[in-house]
Structures are given as structure tokens and as C-alpha cells.
């Protein structure tokens, strides 16, 4: 069963062709990533497939019997609706499900007549395999399970959808989309307007669903636990890949070097080809310059190597700054309720920071607080000696409207002509007649990369940014990160794009619900302490399961019949234990590493002596887990 066939989609705007001749299929069980760089058109062709704009030429057909979820990009709720209201009005056709299987039921118990009979039960067993498959006897659960997925707290239920914010109102319609169950998602940014939790929520959701998908995506983490396939949608066509993000980046790596090299052989054929007719075309040898040349007429051409081109980006470089960029002591911040307190660290020259926390944490309020652009309730922030602060506002605010770009990104602290100017926008991305437009007529990306441009004229040797990849494409991500990783200056960062931190990051800012932790490490770093805190938590839990007893409350005993709880290891700080644990685990690495080398195989004693002290290493790491969970818990 084929769930979409797209066949022969074409759509001009203008003179240029968005989409020409886009041709795939998608079967059960197909995830699909669209992939391509801002402006393919890949949201044109999900609202074709949608039904929501018209092809020029070509058709999308959809299996008649298929269901189809479209992500709409601007919500539309009946007025006077709570958000529950909303979320329950997906499940209609469920409900209207059950109550026909209680009229059947009812006309089943009545009828008389035997062929009726035959035809009211096989209707009542389809209509309950239906239910049962869709689990319609837990609708509240069902809903509850998604709101709460997507962010909504059980206080926001019965909230009036218009009293919600435009964020609030798209995952309002990604859970109505996702409760309705449709055959076929599509999914354009689905991920937007969602935190870190949310978005791993949702991962896992789509991972297990049934329904075929097509989903658009910036975030390369998100592609890569969803998808079981990609399709690149590039020059108005598409190229399909087998696996998941990753996999296609792969194989495009792969497919660009053979085509790379098929192109440049055919070309020196053809030159050398040319050359020949040139020069023998009235000579002797003109019967076969005629030949060659008819010859080359009919040669099938091999097409350019379909390579998407990257901004290379880039930042100068910085000059020295002291040995601590930023000092944060005893920070607070509250509004109606406190935001953080009592936030200290030091970050250190040449570090890379990111901070973390879900939506409405605090994570920008924090960043404005360290940059001097909003004064902390309680506290202090200090900048080290000789530290110039580069600043990337997540708003774009440092780009004024009316402007040619090519003077947005002048710097005001040198002289900055107008071929260098117009040099370091190139490098950006921003070439040709698109570096004299206004900044106002710019598109998101493409403001976002002048903003950057901007940013690098600046000279500064501690860069600040708040969701620097918003509005940025795959390959421009890239470019980001690379361009980062090579600056040897300092960089503070928020952002909600996981690969972007993993790749950047070497420490983390990650603002919990009673505390800011400091972590050193990247993201992988903090997702494997988070698994193995909730691990252990667990194991704990088994254990004083398994250990309690009934007993009667002794007179030093709270309230609820326990003991004050007494420290199991001496007083250190979380950093320095997770510090350890970094270090153990990383022997525990060389150890396996040794271990699978074939000398090694070959010496009993060496062998036996290494499997010795990985079980000590991990005896020694089990104990840090455990130091490193009542520290987090008591300190």
C-alpha cells in the first residue's frame, strides 16, 4: 500500500521554479525527514500534499482510505473553548465511535431477524476492534498524556484557548493533531515553541506512533530519533536517503565525492574532446573531428555534483583577554515567583558555556542579568581584564529596519570600508544585490546571518548569544558551530537546539527547579548523569522497598515516622564529584579500549589484570553515583 504518491509536482513563483517535478512515495511505517536549505520550498510542498495550495503541474494522491494530520501554522479554535475543550473536540470521531457501538449494542439485543442479526454483530466486532485499537476507553487519559507532554500544566486545562500566547496555541494544535491519530502526519517545525523536555517528549511519541510521516525539522537531534528516512529537497527536485539524519549526512558526504568525480573526468573528456575538433576541424583529420564532435552532441551530460553550499562564517581573531572572562556571585532574580538565587560560577578564557532550562526558567532573564542589560535582584556579575563583549540578541534588535545591510554590520569602534564590509557579508552568505537591500526586506535567515556578520566586526573576544540558530538552515547550523569551535575566544550561549550545544559546549549552565548546576562537559555529558541519576534514584527506591519495615516511630522521629536523614559520605560539592566521574569513566573507556587490542589477547595475565580493574573502576564509580545523588539531594 502506498499511504502518498507525489508525482511530477511543479510550482513556479515568478520565473523560478520552487518545485520542479518533485516525484516520491510514502508507505506504512515511513518517517520521513525533509531536508533542504531555507527557501527549497519544502513548507510549499507539505501545504500541496495538505491540499492547502495548488501544484502547476503534477499530483499528490493520498490512499483513499488514509487519514491525513496537517500541523497548521496558524491556529484557529472556536471561540469560548478551554484547552481542554480543544484537545477533547480531536477525539470526535472516537466518540461518536462509541456511542454508535452502544446503539448497535441496543439493536442487537432486540432484532429478531437472523441476517440482521449477522450484520449488527460484525459491525458491533469492527466497531470494537476500532476502539480498542485506538484505546477510546481512556480519553481523559489519553488527553491528559499529551497535554502535559507538549507543557501544559493541569492548572492551564481549563483555560480559555484565546486567553493562551501564540506558542501556547501551536502546541495546542500539535496535541490535536497528535490525539486525532491520523495515517499520515505531516509535520512542519513541530518542534517549535517546545523546551528541551517537551521536544524529547514528543521524540518519543512519534518514535512509537504507527502513522506514516513527513515532518520538516531544524533540529538535527530530533531527525535523528524520529526518522527512518530522508528526503533532500534541493534545486526543485528531491533525492531520498535510507536512515535518519546522520545517515543522510553520511551518505551525502559519500554521494558528493562519486559525483564529484564522475563530473570533473567527463569534463576533461569533453575538453579534451573540444580541443580536438578545434584544432583538426579543416585538416587532415577533419572526418574525425566531425565524428568526435557528432559524437559529443550525443553524450549523455553528467549533471553538477547537487552540493548545498554553507556560509563559511567565521570569527577574527580575539584578542587575550585575563584568565576569568565572567564572575557570577550570589545572583537572584524573581517576578512572581524566584527565577534563580544564589547562581555563582567562574568562566574561564578560551571556555564554551550553554544554558540550559525549559521554557520560562529564566534562561534569557540570567543572560541579560550577566550581560548588565537587566540589574539582579541580589548579587553581582564582573567581567574580567581586557574583556570585549559581543552580544547576539535572539530578537535581532542590533539590526535597525531601515538600513542597507552593508552599514547594519559597520562597527563603530574602526574604520571599516565599504569592499570589507561587502567581503564579510559574503562570507555570511550575503552576496550580490542582497548586501545594498534594507535590513527590513530581509528574510529571517537571512537577517539572522547579518546579525552574525555584525557580530564578527565587533573584535570581541567574549561572544554572548541568545538562540544564535533560530532562522538558521542545516548547513548554516553547521557553519555556526564549526566557526565556534575554531574561535579562541570565549562563548556564553542559550539555545534549544541539542546537536548545536553537543557540538559547542564544553560547559553547562543548566537552571533546575531549586538550583542553577554548573556542569563541565557537553550536552551527552549531562543526559548520561541525568540517566544515571534517575537510575540510581530508582535503585534506591527498590532497595528502601525492600528493606523497610513496619516499626514504631521512635521519639527523635518526624512526622512521618523517619529518622532525620543522616549523611552517607562526607560534605563535597557536586562539580568536584561530577568531576570524578568524568575521569573514572574515561579510564573505564581506555580500559575497553585496551582490552580490544590483539596483543592483548594474546597475554592471559594482561587480560585478567585489565577485566580486575575495570570491575574496581566501576565499583569506585557506583560509589560516586551514589555520593554524587545524596550531594545533589542535601547540599
Known sequence: MIVLSVEGVRKHFGPEAVLDGVTFNIHPGDRIGLVGPNGAGKTTLMRIIAGREDADGGTAAIHPSARVGYLEQQPTFQPGRTVWDEAHSALDELVAMQHEAIEVAHALAETRDDAEHRRLAA????????????????????????????????????????????????????????????????????????????????????????AAMLLVSHDRYFLDKVTNRTLELFRGTTDSYTGNFSAYWRQKAERLLVQQRTYEKQQIEIAKTEDFIRRNAYGQKHAQAEDRRKKLERIERVDPPREISAPVMGFPEAERSGDIVLRAEGLKRSYDRVLFENVEFDIQRGERWALLGPNGSGKTTLLRCLMG????????????????????????????????????????????????????????????????????????????????????ARDANFLVLDEPTNHLDLWARDSLERSLREFNGTVLFVSHDRYFVNRVADHLLVIEPRRVRAVEGNYDVWLRLVRDREAAAQESSRKEAKDSKPSKPSPAAGSDGKPPRKRKFPYRKVPDIEKDIFE??????????????????????????????????????????EHWEEASEMN
Open 123 to 210: 459491525r458491533f466486532d469492527h466497531l470494537q476492534q476500532e476502539l480498542h485499537r485506538h484505546d477510546a476507553y481512556n480519553l481523559d487519559h489519553k488527553i491528559e498524556r499529551v497535554l502535559e507532554g507538549l507543557g501544559f500544566r493541569p492548572a492551564a486545562f481549563q483555560l480559555g484557548v484565546d486567553s493562551l500566547s501564540g506558542g501556547e496555541q501551536n502546541r495546542l494544535m500539535l496535541a490535536k493533531l497528535l490525539l486525532s491519530e491520523p495515517d499520515l502526519m505531516l509535520l512542519d517545525e513541530p518542534s517549535n515553541h517546545l523546551d528541551i523536555e517537551a521536544t524529547e517528549w514528543l521524540e518519543e511519541f512519534l518514535a512509537a506512533s504507527s
Open 373 to 456: 542589560l537587566m540589574s539582579p535582584d541580589a548579587g553581582q556579575v564582573s567581567l574580567g581584564q581586557g574583556v570585549v563583549v559581543g552580544y547576539f540578541d535572539q530578537q535581532l534588535g542590533s539590526l535597525s529596519d531601515d538600513m542597507d545591510v552593508v552599514d547594519a554590520v559597520r562597527p563603530s569602534h574602526k574604520e571599516f570600508v565599504l569592499q570589507r564590509r561587502r567581503d564579510l557579508l559574503a562570507r555570511f552568505g550575503l552576496v550580490g544585490d542582497t548586501a545594498l537591500q534594507t535590513v527590513g526586506s530581509l528574510s529571517g535567515g537571512e537577517r539572522c546571518r547579518a546579525a552574525l556578520a555584525r557580530l564578527a
Open 584 to 625: 573514572i569513566e574515561a579510564r573505564i573507556e581506555e580500559l575497553h579500549a585496551a582490552l580490544a587490542q590483539p596483543d592483548t589477547h594474546r597475554d592471559g595475565d594482561l587480560v585478567r589484570g585489565i577485566m580486575a580493574q575495570i570491575e574496581s573502576e566501576k565499583a569506585t564509580l557506583r560509589t560516586l553515583y
